[in-house]
């Protein structure tokens, strides 16, 4: 039985909810949490004669995005009424923009894992990024049998991301969505938090056998909140169609939900009763101009951005494309980074990126904390970097005074090692002293390694490590062993 | 006192000849007596005009007052009043009372003005007869079997039959215009953007626009100061700041270059419009202005671009009206869906039903362009033809209404015949200019005829000379009704 080889299609929708403290379109407070309606004024919840007003802000953080990812930020953009009745879409219609977005093109280069430890380098373009108002909620539970209207999020400013179906696996569609998040962290225009809604992912997928050119039929998948769940909603609808299409069925286009408990997807409507959205500029907005001068303006002030800051990684650091990436998934880890390499020198930028994506990351992910919490500053791992670079201590020693470090036990490494006297045995008669011990006290071993049991060596440098309780120079050791016994 | 000019009301009020109070009880007293026969109302405030008219009385005595201080005034139901019923003249709303003033009402209670109710009016502003009111027709005062005109034919009336010396209007095809024409009073429509559309229950957003009605336009220049300036919560509202209307009114029109657009005066006008049209224009000459043929050759395409582009933003504009947070709700239904339809079936009347049915279709995948786009498209080439008119004139007269006031019942089960009385007065809103409707005489039954004046963008100050001068030298706008 010959299996066709299918190839995966997918694009993402993501909707980052923008950081602005009031509303797209009125002086609403965004802030989450407050009961049920307190944030909702006339305009949210429609009344009638009220008029929507473009909060600045919104538009200027869909400029930051645009430039980040090196699209077209458009001069002239409408926004345009998506018509449907919802009872928690208070106007009867969404404001969106529809045929002229404010964001036009652009691209994001990102490293997929290749699931062997390594990474490979992987372009995604985007199609647009348009401004749109969000919807209230429908609360269902507690109303028995009827259902509250809670409109505090509606008008909640929105930037929907729209990518080309470039991806072709789930990996790729969650490194993406991972980069999308850092990337609107990084330029600072959505708080990326997940659980609260607000960067919420759509997936289209569709199959092809590998070749051909046209699209297979697409089904949509909405709002996945969780990198996990895009990863297994993904998988799982990507199966569900090879499996329809190998048994005989055709795809129909639709729209389907993941149900995250039995991590399955099940359509919700299909494209026979699909809305006609009845889209039309609307009457109520001027056409957003965003003068080059405004562009300009919001240019000077982006932060060095997470692409740029790897390849400078690189070249300058002589990092690898994985690392240089790993370190610039955050504007904080970045940060973290760049200062423990300002005080550490340049010499130890090397170094520095093992500690900061090794024993810190460990650390901080083990007590959950984020690098701002980090018990252990830039500047003290800075110095812990400089005495594993100048011979006092041994990685392994290295080791114990993070720890020290983590636990506030002093102040720097330098007070530690003092302090705990972990400094590197360097001088070589006192490491002679440790050998002659040592020898003394194994004469078996010494016996072994004469008949030539080299594995009877190790052993030896082991005990000597050991007697010096780990701070003499493990390569002074051998090499004096070596003498000694030769 | 209430069928004097607002100059001589004011300087009454200012000489302490009448209170505030007294021309408040006045007017409520002339509603409540012909409200009955008129139905120009749908609320009477009287606890509210009675305690803004001694609030004006303090303002007065402070020295504190305005030229609108102490004014008797009646809003048009499209515009929301805290506190007060505003019913848009639909069972839609017929229970709400809004949370919020809107910015018309707003200025206008800081200038002192007294609100003493709220008029009767097209549902939804959607109508040219006030036949389409869930509160039942306005009638006109000059003969109570004719329509007033519309949608503000409450507003128009109410000023007509001297209850309010103003009122408020809006004017999305001529709702101003042609109810003023067939009440025999002045009214004025503004520039899009002139006045605020905050708080001004939307029919058509593109199109609508707040303006005033007066015995006069002197009367309407003040008023029309009072309501217009830029308002920073309407996106579409016009940068410039408050002006006065009026400055100009006193300048003698010598050299005023009238526009006649051929296409107006071509057929379709009744004989006597189009004999009080004429007499109205002679007037002019003789006053030192002249003449000059123009043409607005895309005009006649007015009214079915129109009624695509105002329905397509009534049907999304009117999606709010759905039971769930405010308005009319059904009281029985199933599902959600039910809810919906149910509620809007019953809270919307036939004409509001019909547009949005209408707006609907325009906007559906596979029409929009045949549609909406093409009368997009209709409506820049109406606002070039202006454009290129004005290259040869100050001011573009002509008829409002093809006839004088239609009987009621006359027309309201042909919906296209109705359109049509608004063929003179829907371009203008297309190209978003500023026009006026001024008494010029009188037609068939004694019923009145007004003269339109359209004006370039932001000539505002020259609609109201125009119309001024020709009321220094005419007595049209000071007849009333017989019945008065």
Redesign the interface.
């Known amino acids: 039985m010959s299996r066709t080889d299918w190839e995966v299609v997918i694009g993402l929708e993501i909707h980052t909810q923008l950081n602005t403290q009031s509303k797209i379109f009125s002086g609403a407070s965004t802030a989450f949490g407050a009961e049920p309606n307190a944030q909702a004024c006339a305009v949210d919840i429609a009344l009638p004669g009220v008029l929507p007003v473009l909060n600045k802000g919104a538009v200027e953080r869909a400029i930051r995005f645009g430039l980040a990812i090196g699209a077209t930020v458009a001069p002239k953009s409408v926004f345009a009424r998506k018509n449907y009745f919802y009872p928690d879409l208070p106007k009867g219609y969404q404001i969106s923009q529809y045929e002229l977005p404010v964001v036009q093109g652009g691209q994001i280069t990102l490293q997929v894992p290749d699931g062997k430890g390594g990474a490979y380098e992987k372009v995604v373009n985007l199609t647009r990024a348009h401004l749109e108002e969000d919807a209230g909620k429908s609360l269902h539970e507690d109303f028995h049998g009827m259902t509250g209207i809670d409109l505090n999020r509606a008008g909640t400013p929105l930037l929907e991301i729209v990518s080309e179906p470039d991806m072709r696996s789930s990996a790729e569609a969650v490194a993406y969505a991972k980069a999308l998040h850092a990337l609107v962290r990084w330029i600072d225009i959505c708080d990326g938090n997940m659980q609260e809604g607000s960067f919420r992912c759509d997936a289209n997928v569709s199959v092809r056998p590998r070749g051909q050119a046209e699209f297979g039929t697409r089904r949509e998948i909405k709002n996945l909140n969780s990198f996990r769940f895009l990863q297994q909603a993904i998988d799982y609808e990507i199966q569900w169609q090879i499996d329809l299409i190998e048994d005989g069925g055709k795809v129909q286009q639709a729209t389907v939900l993941f149900d995250a408990d039995t991590g399955e997807t099940r359509a919700m409507r299909s494209k026979e009763d699909a809305h006609d959205y009845r889209y039309f500029p609307d009457p109520d907005l001027l056409p957003l101009v965003i003068s080059s001068e405004w562009i300009e303006r919001v240019k000077g002030e982006l932060p060095e951005l997470p692409e740029a800051l790897s390849a400078r990684f690189q070249g300058e650091y002589g990092l690898s494309a994985y690392d240089a990436t790993t370190l610039t998934a955050s504007r904080e880890v970045a940060q973290f980074y760049l200062d423990t390499v300002a005080a550490a020198g340049a010499a130890n930028a090397k170094t520095c990126a093992n500690w900061v994506m090794g024993e810190l990351a460990g650390r901080l992910n083990k007590a959950e904390l984020d690098i701002t919490a980090s018990p252990v500053s830039a500047v003290q791992l800075a110095g812990l970097v400089q005495r594993i670079a100048d011979n006092t201590i041994s990685n392994a020693i290295a080791k114990k005074v993070f720890e020290a470090l983590w636990n506030k036990e002093g102040d720097s490494a330098d007070a530690i090692i003092e302090a705990q006297g972990l400094k590197q045995v360097t001088d070589t008669g006192a490491i002679e002293a440790i050998i002659d011990e040592v020898l003394a006290a194994n004469q078996k071993s010494v016996e072994e390694f004469r008949s030539g049991k080299e594995k009877a060596f190790n052993a030896l440098v082991g005990q000597c490590m050991k007697a010096s309780k780990g701070k003499a120079n493990p390569a002074q050791v051998n090499e004096l062993l070596k003498k000694k016994l030769g | 006192m209430i069928e004097s000019s607002l100059k001589d009301i004011a300087a009454a009020l200012r000489d302490k000849k009448v209170s505030a109070v007294e021309l408040a009880t006045e007017s409520l007293s002339r509603i409540e007596a012909g409200n009955a026969r008129i139905n120009a109302f749908v609320t009477i405030d009287r606890d509210g005009a009675l305690a803004a008219a001694k609030a004006a009385d303090e303002r007065l005595a402070a020295g504190s007052a305005g030229p609108l201080t102490g004014i008797p005034l009646a809003h048009k139901d499209v515009?929301?009043t805290e506190g007060v019923l505003?019913t848009?003249g639909s069972k839609m709303?017929s229970n709400?009372v809004?949370?919020?003033n809107?910015h018309v009402v707003s200025l206008l209670k800081a200038a002192g003005a007294v609100m003493v109710g709220k008029t009767n009016m097209d549902e939804f502003a959607m109508g040219s007869s006030n036949e389409n009111s869930h509160f039942g027709p306005t009638r006109n005062p000059w003969n109570t079997d004719k329509v007033p005109g519309g949608s503000s034919g409450g507003s128009a009336a109410a000023v007509a039959a001297r209850m309010v010396p103003i009122a408020t209007g809006t004017d999305t095809g001529g709702s101003i215009r042609q109810p003023a024409s067939l009440c025999g009073i002045t009214g004025i429509k503004p520039t899009y953007g002139r006045v605020s559309?905050?708080?001004?229950?939307?029919y058509?957003?593109?199109l609508d626009q707040g303006g005033a009605f007066g015995y006069s336009a002197e009367d309407c220049a003040v008023l029309l100061s009072s309501m217009a300036g830029h308002d920073?919560?309407?996106?579409?509202s016009l940068e410039q700041g408050a002006e006065d209307f009026g400055r100009d009114l006193a300048k003698p029109l010598a050299g005023l270059r009238i526009g006649l657009p051929k296409e107006f005066f071509a057929e379709g006008m009744s004989d006597d419009v189009r004999a009080a049209v004429d007499a109205a224009i002679a007037e002019y000459r003789k006053l030192g202005a002249t003449t000059v043929e123009v043409s607005l050759p895309n005009a006649r395409l007015a009214i079915p671009a129109y009624y695509v582009i105002a329905p397509?933003?009534a049907?999304?504009n009117?999606?709010?009206?759905?039971g769930?947070?405010?308005g009319h709700r059904a009281a029985d239904y199933g599902d959600?869906n039910d809810m919906?339809c149910k509620s809007r079936a019953e809270g919307f009347g036939g004409e509001v039903k019909r547009r949005i049915l209408v707006g609907?279709y325009v906007?559906?995948?596979g029409y929009?362009d045949a549609y909406?786009i093409k009368a997009q498209k209709l409506r820049r080439l109406i606002a070039n033809d202006f454009a290129a008119a004005f290259q040869q004139c100050d001011v573009i007269a002509g008829p409002v209404s093809p006839t004088v006031a239609f009987g009621i019942g006359e027309k309201s089960d042909d919906p296209v015949q109705m359109y049509l009385s608004d063929i003179y007065t829907i371009a203008v809103n297309l190209a978003g200019l500023p026009g006026l409707s001024h008494p010029a005489g009188f037609g068939v039954g004694g019923l009145p005829v007004g003269l339109q004046l359209i004006g370039n963008y932001f000539g505002e100050a020259r609609l109201l000379n125009t119309a001024h001068q020709y009321q220094q030298h005419t007595d049209w706008h000071t007849r009333v009704p017989a019945s008065l």
């Open positions: 515009f929301c505003t848009c709303l709400f809004s949370p919020y809107a559309r905050y708080g001004m229950i939307a058509a957003s593109s920073p919560r309407d996106s579409t397509a933003e049907s999304s009117l999606s709010r009206f759905d769930v947070r405010y959600l919906y609907t906007l559906s995948h929009y909406y």
